[in-house]
T-cell receptor, first 112, second 114 residues
Framework: SQQGEEDPQALSIQEGENATMNCSYK?????LQWYRQNSGRGLVHLIL?????REKHSGRLRVTLDTSKKSSSLLITASRAADTASYFC????????????FGKGTRLSVIA | DSGVTQTPKHLITATGQRVTLRCSPR?????VYWYQQSLDQGLQFLIQ???????AKGNILERFSAQQFPDLHSELNLSSLELGDSALYFC?????????????FGEGSRLTVL
């Protein structure tokens, strides 16, 4: 079964707006990662946040992690049409000995 | 470019047939992972190999098998294909066997079973 569940399943915004995607997971984690996938292409790693971190930034990306609620959010600020893609969260278990488990993703459309 | 190479990019075959998907990991990476992506099931982990040995197994059907060769490339064999096996199959690699860091994904092999 899927570990992470992204919300919403789909999101459509105007260029320049911020996009927020949420992820919930079920078990204790070592870290949580966000990936991006352009239509029909491979997944590309965006950012990794460890279980002892609460917030992390990378360029226009901001990720938060709340381990008490078993949830994370990905914020993309000042979105661009090129940000149109699917975004997936993935978790590494606290034991660290099982591969990444992915959610079903959020499909983001940024309209120019 | 992630450095992970997958072939073929597209494959169309008939039910009951057998296909082999190939993956070359990034230079220096010892682990290879196979994932299946379909519309209804999302991205499902199939199997991981580390330095030639099976390291972890996920939701891989008995009709599917994989191996990693001494040169570290990997093959995923899918047999007795069914319509429901149509999906994107991704290979990913990482440096070690118990990595907790990022995975590097190939562009995928799109399998269509008719």
């Amino acid at each position: 079964s899927q570990q992470g569940e992204e919300d919403p399943q789909a999101l459509s915004i105007q260029e320049g707006e911020n996009a927020t995607m949420n992820c919930s997971y079920k078990t204790s984690i070592n870290n949580l990662q966000w990936y991006r996938q352009n239509s029909g292409r491979g997944l590309v790693h965006l950012i990794l946040i460890r279980s002892n971190e609460r917030e992390k930034h990378s360029g226009r990306l901001r990720v938060t992690l709340d381990t008490s609620k078993k949830s994370s959010s990905l914020l993309i600020t000042a979105s661009r049409a090129a940000d149109t893609a699917s975004y997936f969260c993935a978790t590494v278990s606290i034991s660290g000995n099982t591969p990444l488990v992915f959610g079903k993703g959020t499909r983001l459309s940024v309209i120019a | 470019d992630s450095g992970v190479t997958q072939t073929p990019k597209h494959l169309i075959t008939a039910t009951g047939q057998r296909v082999t998907l190939r993956c070359s990991p990034r230079s220096g990476d010892l682990s290879v992972y196979w994932y299946q992506q379909s519309l209804d099931q999302g991205l499902q982990f199939l199997i991981q190999y580390y330095n030639g040995e099976e390291r972890a197994k996920g939701n891989i059907l008995e009709r599917f098998s994989a191996q990693q060769f001494p040169d570290l490339h990997s093959e995923l064999n899918l047999s007795s294909l069914e319509l429901g096996d149509s999906a994107l199959y991704f290979c990913a690699s990482s440096p070690g066997g118990g990595d907790t860091g990022e995975l590097f994904f190939g562009e995928g092999s799109r399998l269509t079973v008719l």
